[in-house]
């Protein structure tokens, strides 16, 4: 099954990222970030269905909460960042 990350800056971020997301109906769960992808320290992520993503950015685009990095994940179970 193919997700979307959203890489957060810190475990605070990504809780208000997924409340935001769930108040407007999208599920998200909040985990650590992939060493792969998680830069330099230790970040978290909100994981998020493929087809939810476009509703996702316009829910947290309203309530300020702008996405430092995105990734989905491939076929292969690695990462590939999107642009945003």
């Excluded at 959203?6 to 997301?21: D, E, H, M, P």
């Amino acid at each position: 099954m193919l997700y979307y990350l959203i890489v957060c800056r810190s475990l605070t971020y990504a809780q208000r990222t997924a409340a935001a997301l769930e108040r407007a109906g999208i599920t998200a769960h909040i985990l650590r970030s992939p060493k792969s992808i998680a830069g330099e320290g230790c970040s978290h992520s909100v994981k998020l269905s493929q087809r939810r993503l476009a509703a996702a950015l316009r829910v947290l685009h309203r309530v300020g909460l702008e996405p430092r990095r995105i990734f989905i994940t491939a076929g292969d179970g690695s990462y590939r960042e999107v642009e945003l």
